[in-house]
């Protein structure tokens, strides 16, 4: 379970306060629509919403409502679900890391569109090039001696791998909206992270040095990396902005999301508008005897807006949200 | 020695015989060559070429034009872009420092200006006023990068914006004081502006004739009297290209593309900051792409294509150059 990964515990100061909202009555929804046999099912209405897909450590995909935080589906059939990430027309990519695959799904499909064999590699983190199509995975070694991060032309066909030197296995990644890429590592044998950079037309990474709030910073436990329409996010228990242009790797902000009891990541950032940046971050956030989804808003951050898992059992691994076609 | 001792002891050294005659010289055994001069004498007087490398931190120094590698340089945190003022001084900017170093024409640094707003990129020196320009790429809290001038090369700057530019890159002063810049816009689009002489407004130039994609140096041509502009995605690939721009009443005209290759007739993959000199182009390859070694070359200009002179065996991520000459 990645979260036993992270490892690190605060000690118990209280909850957040609760946001001041109506929720949606999730638990009531599960009654009503959930089949009995774990087969994948989603409502008829979710196809017009904006969607959040969350990776479950049980091994399924479940999937809510974005703004109305109700439960309208599940996918199932996985044993490991991991990272996730969305293409331009709202397909979702889930990795399922023991299987070695990789199942894309259409904007609330229930029946996969396409399995990616990633075998031998263990895929983790993923990430669609909005200008290309192109998908890229971060995989662990899996049945290799090493990970790498490999590159789908169009999502399909026989991939590109790229490895690193310094970077035995690849957790994370991220395009931008120019195609460039930005991996981490995961922790196994490793105390700090280390990021490459895949700039698009290049054909090697690059080993880039990400700098922090100060001179003395050093990533410690990435969980995940976005793009948030202007800058790539790196998911380090807060969501830290940073820019790499021509090799170089700088510093541009972080957002103090509040999450006290608890510690807070993988995030996926919000953004209905690619041309902007988003605006708001959705992530999971663990306390010693339950996980919850908070959303905060963004860039600004502060308190949680809404939640999701006050009334239900999660066991969140990663998220993506999908968005609905706009008119 | 008799002969035959000579030869057992010259097993190293070619030796040659000749059977001349008893009245003949026996050949001498030939010398051995003298060592490659791979490491250059210092000599003052001549012209040298800095090279900032931000993945090893080091600022190398060669001569010109054959590239020997006199002196490599260290104590720069993430060195980039690069100017060079009428003493022989370098500039170099530290970008992740938020510095520019001076260093001498011996390659020592001998001071330094804070910045404190932004990540320094690219530089150039006025030689008529003595004024430091300095590009920040952009700011830290999300905000844009802006045009710094500092007043005779000294501290504190003073600070102006394009407001349609997010990013900024490198700058170039013309012969008039006029200072022209590149950039991007937030959206990523390529900018060119200019600060005029006395004037404390800029304005975007417009650009015709072509597509610049990523913005690369920024100097003025004495020869052509034009503005040489440098492109790190030619024709949107990796490719590096430099345009010559005729400019008149604030508008930017391509006139001249010179495309440079690599040592084996590919494609430069990324030169980010060259600089002429005597009738060449100046540049490093930071070579991402895979292909060969990122090295350093002389191009003639403005014909371009294959180099006259390249060195890949200290270069890791070069970035910016500048001529030394004192």
Known sequence: ?327 | MSLTERLTRSAILPVVLVLAGCNATPLQPAMPAAPSAERATKSYSEPWLFVSDPGTDEVYIYSLPKLYLIEVDQGFTQPQGECSDTNGDVWVTGGSAKTIYKLSHSGEIIGHLSDTSGYPDGCAYDPKTGNLAVLNLLAPNSKSGALLIYPHASGPPKTYSNKDQFFYNFGGYDSAGDLFFDGRSAQGAFMLAELPVNSSETKTVSVSGGTIYYPGMVQWDTASNRLVVGDQRCANEAASCVYQLAIESGEGAIKVQTTVKNSTGGPVCDMIQGVLWDGRLIGSNFDFCGSEPSATYLWPYPTGGQPTAHKSTSDSEPFGVAISVE
């Open chain 1, 1 to 327: 379970m990645r979260l036993l990964l992270i490892g690190a515990v605060l000690a118990t100061t209280g909850c957040a306060s609760p946001p001041s909202y109506v929720a949606a009555p999730a638990s009531q929804s599960m009654s009503l629509e959930r089949p009995n046999h774990r087969h994948a099912w989603m409502n008829v209405s979710a196809k017009k919403l904006d969607l959040l897909y969350i990776s479950e450590a049980d091994g399924e995909v479940t999937v809510y409502t974005y703004w109305q935080r109700t439960l309208v589906g599940e996918l199932t059939d996985f044993y490991q679900p991991q990272g996730e990430c969305v293409d331009k027309a709202g397909n979702v990519y889930v990795t399922d890391s023991f299987e070695r695959r990789i199942v894309e799904y259409a904007h609330a499909g229930t029946k996969p569109l396409r399995t990616i064999d990633d075998s031998p590699y263990a895929p983790y983190g993923c990430s669609v090039a909005a200008s290309t199509g192109d998908l890229a995975v971060a995989n662990e070694a899996g049945g290799a001696s090493k990970g790498n991060i490999a590159i789908y032309p169009g999502a399909s066909g026989t991939p590109t791998y790229y490895t690193d030197k310094n970077i035995p296995n690849f957790r994370d990644c991220a395009y931008n909206s120019g195609g460039d890429l930005l991996a981490s590592n995961d922790q196994q044998g490793s105390d700090v992270s280390s990021f490459a950079w895949f700039p698009t037309g290049g054909g090697r990474l690059i080993n880039v040095t990400l700098p922090g709030p100060s001179p003395s910073w050093t990533w410690k436990d990435v969980t995940g990396i976005q793009w948030d329409g202007k800058y790539w996010v790196i998911d380090d228990y807060q969501p830290y902005r940073v820019s790499v242009i021509d090799g170089q790797g700088y510093y541009i902000g972080f957002t103090p999301i509040e999450a006290s009891g608890g510690t807070a990541g993988p995030f996926w950032i919000y953004n209905d508008d690619p041309t902007e940046q988003g605006t708001q971050v959705v992530g999971v956030f663990s306390e010693p005897s339950r996980d919850y989804v908070y959303y905060w808003d963004y860039p600004s951050g502060g308190a949680p807006i809404a939640e999701i898992g006050k009334d239900i059992s999660l066991q969140p691994v990663a998220l993506t949200v999908s968005l609905s076609a706009k008119p």
